[in-house]
Every structure is written in structure tokens, then in C-alpha cells.
């Protein structure tokens, strides 16, 4: 039998790597013939049935034929009329010579490219260059005009606060490296670029800081995007999950964010950055455990608010995971852990209830789940229906019905609060996950499983890495220096160092003994 | 991969473990609030429980919308009893009376009836230490006559009696002896212990029977395992004293050569106590010093004044004096060593100790006391001069 088990995986191994021989990087490598009406036909037959791709034809200054491509809505019309199709179209002026030198050189057009390979001129036609053939001229010309509708540079949605910069990033690829770039003027900051995806041929860009970063680290993230063959990138969830330490845990090890001074904050630390076209969440790796827990707010307020409010976020991080668990196991199994007076009102509130706390606690938890999923999934008109539905049927109707006791409400409440207090939706979707086999084990083991519980959650968050970097930096292994941003937020003034990822780099960020004091700018001790 | 496999895998088959052989819904369990031991004239042991009725207090749970009870006599508890041989078979006769598991994690008063306790506790005593559920930390008390009525009783103020006599405790105006604490006097070398004493009183006029709430009124003196004799309130107060427990009473004296009396709280009390062995003699040395806040005064004394003043302070320390005496001397004549003086000669003299151990008992009946108070009046209120007198009437020198 389990041989016959054995086999069974051996053969679904076996057409997995034939699945993965199977996938072929489609693309033409044809160079452009001399021809120009062979060229002119061979893109006719790429693009057949695409009524969305123009083939303008003119002649040179009256003479030679041409052929200008591009695809309506991705180009910008305007400045084709005005810049292209215009002065090449006088036919009173002298054609000047040699054609291509006029074209690449003179034309006021932002960038000319000479492109010579077939698969060239398709990705600068998808693109929105407009690509221009003429005869007699066996490389295309692709103009840089591409223009297509997007989005404003808007707040971000999911990332909120009271304090900082409002913008957030768009799907736009070049408008988010342009944020990073006001932001950080420096030409330290290389943006290396690539396109995945066999048929989105989406741009993915990696910024990082010269000299802060990492070479190898800058490599290691360049090869892991190389090897990615996939049909389409959709959001940068595809990327995060191809190129992950450990792609079964439920902790993200790749951060994302959708602000632009984040992102930026963890350039300036030496952590790269991977920008993708089509969604405005951008990557950062390397990070740590702790990195999901900070909020671009904690410095953009006095550094005691900051500390204060990442303490209230630790408590809240451990509620939102064990609080229900908690909850059941002192009510089925360790009675004497509470005050007298709490196990006396505890027991009469559950007095009418019918489940066990362990039914009653994983319902409620379930229930709550399901809540917040419509509400996030609905329509816009439709969402306070839900709210009413929830708060009248989960928070007074089943405590009023006798089915499920007050105290369980309160602590179904606090835990929903707790898991929304993590700045990152998708860290606080890893304790909210592990939230039900954790009451699991308190129903079953009480206090004992829970401990079994956090301990294996330990274990597993010390084996995690991102990028080399342990997920558990600074504090296993203990970085002392670096408790500066963890245990606390220190004052800007004290913030010298960089924390160390992996390699050796720019250790300082900024001069020390920077402390402010009353003496006069110009005093010196 | 393997580790999110291995989580699901314990989660996942946890249940299906005898983990749970020790669940128990809260539901499912006879919260014991107190408990009463008695002896009745077959010589039976009679465990009565007060079990708590957790519907009684519910509020809005059950459809029933806010019907919380105020307190106010509701019943909140019953009391069930059962005879035996002992404890533990009193205890399971008893269970089976009971359709819940009874739970002695929060039972924080246990009450001995006066008949077993001049009979001996320690029988009893053992199953309560040995037990694990039981709280070392529950307060024990002696009941004047049967110990049953006391768990029965309801008070109009608390939820159940047992919370009576706890709360009673916490202000240590009488004893507050834990079981730990009983089981150290009772292990120790004077073997004598003393547990406060407790009586019902009697309900008002127009209040049912039953509303008689127990109260600490004096203290229960204990040889071995088993009572002797009875300390006054004013006694126990005394003993206070003398075990540095004092706390939140007031002292009332009489300065001499004034009419009226003053009233002082001690704000803060240090007892040290000194033993000594001078020319083959036991002697025991109390030093104590205090300080004391005035909350009355009916004399015409001004307390401003530094000799009235005086005289004030040579009062209180009298009186403290006066009542340490009491004290000590009853504890002498029931030659029952609860202040835990042996121990503390062990330590100073062991050598001599140990010859004397087997008849410590008559060593301690005959030790003479010397008791040294520094008592001092250092706050004296809002205002100076008594109230209500005028300027002339006020005695100033």
C-alpha cells in the first residue's frame, strides 16, 4: 500500500517535469529582411485579427513608401500627427540624406531606437512605440511615444495614516520609478529592469541603492526572477511566491507596500525593491519578522508615541493570535487560573449556552472571518447591509438567543480588533490563519497545547529566511544594536546605524552624537 | 512545506489523543464557594458544601433580558450536606446528590464546626492538603456551635456567605489564617494554632431568618489539633499586636486627669520581638513602635500643645501596653504557643531550645513579658483644637 503510495507520487512527479519541459518561451527570432513589403507582411500576419493595430502607410517626402505601426490607444496620437507623420510627409522639401541619419537624429521626437529583429519590433509596437519601416531601410525605427491612459497618483488604500506623504503608487511602472526617483535623487539608485511573462511581457523593474545594497543580494534576486517562466504576471503576488525562501509558510517573506516613502525607507537600509507593472504593490526583500510590524507612522511621530504604539501593536499581535485559545482553554480545563469572581460571571454567562467553549469559540471566530470577507468582497452599496446583519446577528441576536455567551462576543471582538492593528494586511492574515489550530489545541490540551503551539510557531519563524536574511533579526540572532528600531523606535538622533543584512556595506547613515540640546547652533562644549 | 504539514498533522490529530481526559465545561462543574466540616453526636463527619447557582446571576443569557438580581438576599448558592467517615466519603456520598463535578479550585473558606475542633481537626485537615484542588491559600475558620448554618445563611450584601467571612478577613480586624498557614503552626514545634472564630449575626428586625450575615468575634486557640479555648475580640486584638498584623482599627484611651476620651488610628505599627535567655531565665522582649493618626477627640485637651500632647501619647502607649499584656497573658494560661515563640527561641538558642523541646509548653507558660511601646501622635487632623468649644474652654497648658 504505501509502496503503491510511493509510486503514485513518483508518477505525479514525473508529469509535473514534463509539464515544466513542456513550457516553451515562444518567440520569433527572426531578424527583418531587407524587403520592405515582405516585413510589412510578416507583421500583418503576426498581427492578424488585431483590428486594434494601425498600419499607416505614407510615402517618404512624397516618394518612398512607408509603413508607420502602432496600436490605437497605447501611443500618443497627438504627437504622432505632429512630430512624425507631418514632417515626413512634406513632399515640397528635399529628402534628405541618408534617410535613417534624419530619422534617428532630427526627428523631435523623445527617443529613436534602432530596432532589426522582428521579435524587437512587437514588443516596441506592444509597448506603444510606434515602429516606422520604410524601403530601402532594413531596420525598423521605434519611436517613444508610447502614452496610455492611468490612474492619478492617489492615498493608498491599504496602507492609511495620519502623518507622512499621501501618495501611493499606481499601476503605472514608470510613474512609480519616478516617485522613487523624487524621492531619492541620487544616481546611486539603479533601477535594473526585465520583462517576464510569455504573453503579458510585463515590466519588472529591481531598484536598489549602489553601495547600500548588497551585490549579491542584487543578484541573487535577479537570478530568482530569470527563472521564473510563467504565461503572465497579474500582480506581484506571482513574483513574491516564485521566489521565496519557504513558499509553504504562512509568513510573508517579502514585504509589500504601496507607499512610496516606505519603499524608500528600505532602499536607504540597503533593501532592494521589485517594482511591477499593473499593480501598485511593489516588493521589498530582504525583511524580517519585525519589518511587518512597523508602520511607516511609528516614524513620522515623536519616538515615544512611535514606541508606545508599536508596544500596544506586540500586545495586540499575541491577542490577536491566542486570546480565543486562551479563552477556551482556561474555561475547559484550568478553572482555577481566574479570579473567583471572574469564573462565577463567566459560568453565568455561559450557563445557557449549548456548546462546548471550543464549538462555540471556533463558530463565533468562523462567523467573524466570513464577515469581514463580504465585506471586503461587496459592492460599495450593498456594505452596510452587512455591517447591520453582522453586528445585530453575531454581536446582540445570538448572545440574546442563548447560543453563544457575552464574554465569547467581547473576546471574538477583541481579537478581530487585534488582527487589523498589523500595519501589513498579509501578516496579519498569518496569525488570523493560525488562530484555529491554535484554538484547536487549546480545546484539546489546554494551556499545554497552546504552549506546544506557540513553541512549534517559534520554531518555525527561527528556520524562516528571506534572502539569507533570519527572519527573526535583531532578535535571534541578537543584533544588540539594532534593538534600537525593534524593542523601541529610537530618536531620529540615534539612529547612526543601518541594520546589517547580509554582506558588508555602508554601516552609517548618519553622524553620530546628533542629540539636540539647548546650547546655541554655533556653541560647542 | 514539511513544518506547515507537520502543524496541521498535531492540530489535526490532537483530538483524536487522550488529550482531553481533565476537560470539563465550566458548565458542568459545582463551583464550591465554601465549605463546612462538622462532627455530629454518632461521630460522623458532616461536609456541607455551598455550591454556587450560576443561572442565578445570569444576565440576558437565556432570553430572559436583564433580570440580573441585585443581591439582595437572592439566592445565589445552595448548600448541600452529607454525612460520612470521613471527608472524602462524605464527599463522594455527596457527589452523588450533586449532577455537577464539585470543584474545589475556588473554595476559599473552610469552616470547622466547634465539635470537631475540640475533637481534632487533623484527620480532616490532611484530606483538604492532600487534595489538589483545594487552595492552600483558603482562608480557615472555627464556627461557634455548628459550622453548617454559617454557609447557609444569605447575605443581603454580598453575593453568598463565604464572601462574607473572606471580605471580613481582608480588613484583619480578627485572624486571617490560611490553610498553609494552619498546616505551619500545626507542623511546627509549639504545635498551637489559633483560627479566627466566627459567629452568625443575627438578622434585624424584619429580615428573614436567614439573613444573618457570620462575622470574626474573637479567635479560636488551638493544642495540637484541637481547640482548647477562646480569645476575646479585644484579646485577639491584642494578639494582633503581637503578630504584627495590625491594621485599620481604632484605639480609644483616656488620657488622665481629662474627661472624654480620644480616638487614634495607628497609621503605621512596627512589633519586633526579642527572645531572650538571661541567668537560665526565658524572657521575651516586645519592642514596638507606632504611630498613630487622631480621628476623634472628646476631651478639651489641644492637641497642638506638645504636654497635651504628652499625656495623649503616655495613654496610647499605655493602653497598647495594656492589651499587648492581655494578650500574651491568655496565651500563657491556655499555655498555647500560637504567637510561634518557639520558633522563634529555635533560632536564637537552639542548643537550649532543644533541650527544652518536649516540655516547651510550661517553659512558655511561665516566660515573663516585657513589653516596650513607642507610641507617638503624629498626625492629628484638620484641625487642632477640639470642635465645638470655645477659645477659653479649650484646655491649652
Known amino acids: 500500500m504505501i509502496r503503491n503510495v510511493g509510486r503514485l507520487l513518483k508518477k505525479t512527479k514525473e508529469k509535473k517535469s514534463s509539464v515544466q519541459n513542456n513550457y516553451q518561451d515562444s518567440k520569433p527570432a527572426d531578424a527583418l529582411d531587407a524587403n520592405f513589403s515582405l516585413n510589412v507582411e510578416t507583421l500583418r500576419s503576426v498581427y492578424d485579427n488585431c483590428s486594434d493595430v494601425m498600419f499607416r502607410s505614407f510615402l517618404l517626402f512624397g516618394k518612398t513608401r512607408a509603413m508607420l505601426i502602432y496600436i490605437a490607444g497605447l501611443s500618443d496620437i497627438e504627437a504622432i500627427e505632429q512630430y512624425v507623420l507631418s514632417p515626413l510627409m512634406q513632399e515640397s522639401s528635399k529628402e534628405p540624406q541618408p534617410l535613417n541619419e534624419f530619422i534617428e537624429h532630427k526627428m523631435p521626437v523623445p527617443k529613436v531606437v534602432k530596432v532589426n529583429m522582428l521579435a524587437d519590433c512587437i514588443e516596441s509596437i506592444s509597448t506603444g512605440n510606434p515602429i516606422l519601416l520604410y524601403e530601402g531601410e532594413s531596420d525598423g525605427f521605434s519611436l517613444g511615444l508610447s502614452k496610455w491612459e492611468k490612474r492619478a497618483i492617489e492615498e493608498p488604500m491599504a496602507e492609511g495614516g495620519v502623518r507622512g506623504s499621501r501618495e501611493g503608487f499606481i499601476e503605472s511602472l514608470e510613474v512609480n520609478t519616478s516617485q522613487l526617483r523624487r524621492i531619492i535623487k541620487s544616481p546611486a539608485l539603479k533601477i535594473q529592469s526585465m520583462k517576464i511573462g510569455t504573453y503579458t511581457r510585463t515590466n519588472v523593474s529591481i531598484a536598489y541603492i549602489d553601495g547600500l545594497a548588497d551585490k549579491t543580494l542584487i543578484e541573487e534576486i535577479t537570478t530568482r526572477l530569470e527563472r521564473i517562466k510563467i504565461d503572465g504576471i497579474l500582480e506581484s503576488e506571482y513574483i513574491e511566491e516564485m521566489i521565496e525562501d519557504n513558499p509553504y509558510s504562512p509568513f510573508p517573506q517579502i514585504m509589500t507596500t504601496e507607499r512610496p516613502d516606505v519603499a524608500c525607507s528600505c532602499l536607504l537600509e540597503g533593501r532592494a525593491v521589485i517594482l511591477v507593472e499593473g499593480t501598485p504593490f511593489t516588493l521589498i526583500a530582504p525583511i524580517s519578522f519585525f519589518s511587518l510590524i512597523q508602520s511607516q507612522e511609528d516614524y513620522a511621530q515623536r519616538f515615544l508615541a512611535g514606541t508606545f504604539i508599536r508596544w500596544l501593536r506586540y500586545f495586540f499581535m499575541g491577542l490577536s493570535l491566542l486570546l480565543p485559545s486562551l479563552y477556551v482553554a482556561i474555561l475547559t480545563f484550568h478553572h482555577e487560573a481566574v479570579p473567583t469572581a471572574l469564573l462565577l460571571s463567566s459560568a453565568a454567562s455561559r450557563e445557557a449556552v449549548p456548546f462546548p467553549a471550543i464549538v462555540e469559540a471556533l463558530a463565533m471566530e468562523i462567523t467573524f472571518e466570513a464577515l469581514r470577507e463580504a465585506g471586503v468582497r461587496l459592492p460599495k452599496q450593498v456594505g452596510s447591509a452587512v455591517s447591520i446583519v453582522g453586528a445585530l446577528v453575531i454581536g446582540q441576536a445570538s448572545v440574546q438567543a442563548g447560543l453563544v455567551s457575552a464574554p465569547m462576543v467581547i473576546v471574538v471582538a477583541i481579537t478581530g480588533i487585534a488582527s487589523f492593528m498589523m500595519p501589513r494586511y498579509i501578516a496579519g492574515i498569518a496569525f488570523r490563519m493560525l488562530r484555529f489550530p491554535m484554538m484547536l489545541l487549546a480545546g484539546t490540551l489546554g494551556l499545554l497545547g497552546i504552549m506546544m503551539g506557540i513553541i512549534a510557531i517559534v520554531i518555525h519563524l527561527c528556520s524562516l529566511r528571506s534572502f539569507g536574511v533570519p527572519y527573526l533579526t535583531p532578535l535571534a540572532p541578537l543584533k544588540g544594536q539594532e534593538l534600537k528600531d525593534v524593542l523601541w523606535r529610537a530618536p531620529w538622533w540615534k539612529m547612526d546605524t543601518r541594520p546589517r543584512l547580509t554582506g558588508d556595506s555602508n554601516v552609517y547613515r548618519q553622524s553620530s552624537e546628533q542629540g539636540p540640546n539647548p546650547k546655541r547652533g554655533s556653541e560647542t562644549e | ?397
Open chain 2, 1 to 397: 512545506m514539511k513544518s506547515v504539514l507537520l502543524l496541521l498533522g498535531i492540530s489535526g490529530t490532537t483530538p483524536f489523543l487522550s488529550g482531553c481526559w481533565d476537560r470539563i465545561e465550566i458548565t458542568d462543574l459545582a463551583i464550591v464557594t465554601a465549605a463546612a466540616i462538622d462532627k455530629n453526636d454518632n461521630d460522623q463527619i458532616e461536609l456541607s458544601v455551598q455550591v454556587f447557582i450560576p443561572s442565578s446571576i445570569s444576565s440576558g443569557g437565556g432570553g430572559q433580558g436583564g433580570g440580573s438580581s441585585q443581591g439582595g438576599g437572592a439566592v445565589t448558592t445552595l448548600v448541600r450536606y452529607e454525612k460520612g467517615s470521613n471527608i472524602s466519603d462524605a464527599l463522594s456520598k455527596l457527589q452523588s446528590k450533586l449532577p455537577r463535578k464539585v470543584f474545589w479550585g475556588h473554595c476559599k473558606i473552610f469552616v470547622f464546626g466547634e465539635k470537631l475542633a475540640k475533637e481534632g481537626i487533623r484527620e480532616q485537615l490532611d484530606f483538604l492538603l492532600r487534595h489538589p484542588q483545594p487552595r492552600e491559600k483558603a482562608n480557615v475558620y472555627v464556627s461557634k456551635g455548628k459550622a453548617k448554618p454559617i454557609l447557609e445563611s444569605l447575605p443581603p450584601l454580598e453575593n453568598y456567605s463565604g464572601e462574607v467571612l473572606r471580605e471580613l478577613s481582608d480588613l484583619h480586624i480578627g485572624m486571617l489564617v490560611t490553610m498553609q498557614d494552619l498546616d505551619e503552626m500545626l507542623t511546627g514545634i509549639p504545635q498551637a494554632a489559633a483560627l479566627p472564630f466566627v459567629k452568625i449575626l443575627p438578622p434585624e428586625k424584619g429580615q428573614t431568618k436567614l439573613q444573618g450575615i457570620p462575622y470574626i468575634a474573637g479567635t479560636a486557640v488551638f493544642k495540637k489539633d484541637k481547640m482548647t479555648g477562646m480569645m476575646t475580640e479585644k484579646e485577639t486584638r491584642g494578639l494582633l499586636w503581637l503578630r504584627d498584623e495590625v491594621e485599620s482599627y481604632t484605639v480609644t484611651i483616656k488620657p488622665k486627669g481629662v474627661k472624654g476620651e480620644i480616638s487614634l488610628s495607628p497609621v503605621s505599627a512596627k512589633v519586633k520581638i526579642i527572645p531572650q535567655i538571661i541567668n537560665e531565665k526565658w524572657r521575651l522582649s516586645v519592642k514596638v513602635i507606632t504611630d498613630g493618626a487622631v480621628i476623634q477627640n472628646g476631651t478639651n485637651l489641644n492637641l497642638s500643645n506638645p504636654k497635651s500632647l504628652n499625656a495623649a501619647e503616655r495613654a496610647y502607649q499605655k493602653d497598647i501596653e495594656k492589651r499587648i499584656k492581655m494578650a500574651f497573658l491568655n496565651t500563657q494560661h491556655k499555655k498555647a504557643d500560637i504567637l510561634g515563640l518557639g520558633k522563634d527561641f529555635y533560632r536564637k538558642y537552639p542548643k537550649q531550645f532543644n533541650k527544652v523541646d518536649n516540655h516547651w509548653d510550661e517553659i512558655f507558660a511561665e516566660m515573663e513579658v516585657e513589653v516596650d511601646v513607642a507610641a507617638h501622635i503624629r498626625r492629628q487632623g484638620y484641625i487642632n483644637k477640639p470642635a465645638g468649644l470655645s477659645e477659653e474652654e479649650v484646655k491649652d497648658k
